[in-house]
């Protein structure tokens, strides 16, 4: 185990209603990354948080946001859901520029 | 063009048996990282191996090894006497250092690799 945590594990949600997800690091790395894995596709980058500071940001609308805390964890916000979302959504700790570590991913499904 | 190109969608193979698994990518960054994870069925993304673009040399960890070549931009993983338990979905990832600063990693579509007893 890598000792990263997500939650909830499985969500269902409605087009248009608001998901929050949320992820705990590892103990010791300062950086969190999100991904999302459509199925049978490879993970794509959503965006990445280092010492509360988003530094990195993939090809996703605005209304994919986030958020770091001061013990690192982090939360991933998911406004106006739309169908399209519906994927797994995986999120990684690492020291920062290091091996990133994923969590067991939350399962959202959008109906 | 992608990235990250691993061609094989679906390898399926018999116990003990070996097996490559190809990944090819693209960067015009003369500092990068490559990695290989492996996907079970439960989800989470299993960390295997990570080489910086400076070392070539070839690495082997148990059954596992993994071919480096920067002359034809392939990082190609190998497991040897394949087992039922290998059975996953293998991906490829190339970091390179994005705009804000940080290395960001870019993922192959994966293989899927099945191992039959």
């Known amino acids: 185990e890598t000792g990263v945590t997500q939650s909830p594990t499985h969500l269902i949600k409605t087009r248009g209603q608001q998901v929050t997800l949320r992820c705990s690091s590892q103990?010791?790395?300062?950086?969190v990354s999100w991904y999302q894995q459509a199925l049978g596709q490879g993970p794509q980058f959503i965006f990445q948080?280092?010492?509360?500071?988003?530094?990195g940001r993939g090809n996703f609308p605005p209304r994919f946001s986030g958020l770091q805390f001061p013990n690192y964890s982090s939360e991933l916000n998911v406004n106006a859901l739309e169908l399209d979302d519906s994927a797994l959504y995986l999120c990684?700790?690492?020291?920062?520029?290091?091996?990133?570590?994923f969590g067991p991913g939350t399962r959202l499904t959008v109906l | 063009a992608q990235k990250v190109t691993q061609a094989q969608t679906e390898i399926s193979v018999v116990e003990k048996e070996d097996v490559t698994l190809d990944c090819v990518y693209e960067?015009?960054?003369?500092?990068?990282?490559l990695f290989w994870y492996k996907q079970p069925p439960s989800g989470e993304l299993v960390f295997l191996i990570r080489?910086?673009?400076?070392?070539?040399q070839n690495e082997i960890s148990g059954r596992y090894s993994w071919n480096f070549q920067k002359s034809t931009s392939s990082f190609n993983f190998t497991i040897t006497a394949s087992q039922v338990v290998d059975s996953a979905v293998y991906f490829c990832?190339?970091?390179?250092?994005?705009?804000?600063?940080?290395?960001?990693?870019?993922f192959g579509r994966g293989t899927s690799l099945i191992v039959h007893p």
């Open positions: 990684a700790s690492s020291p920062a520029d290091d091996t990133q570590y």
């Open positions: 103990s010791g790395h300062n950086t």
């Open positions: 948080y280092y010492r509360e500071e988003e530094n």
């Open positions: 960067t015009r960054d003369t500092t990068y990282y």
């Open positions: 080489r910086n673009s400076f070392d070539e």
């Open positions: 990832a190339l970091s390179e250092r994005g705009t804000g600063g940080s290395y960001i990693p870019t």
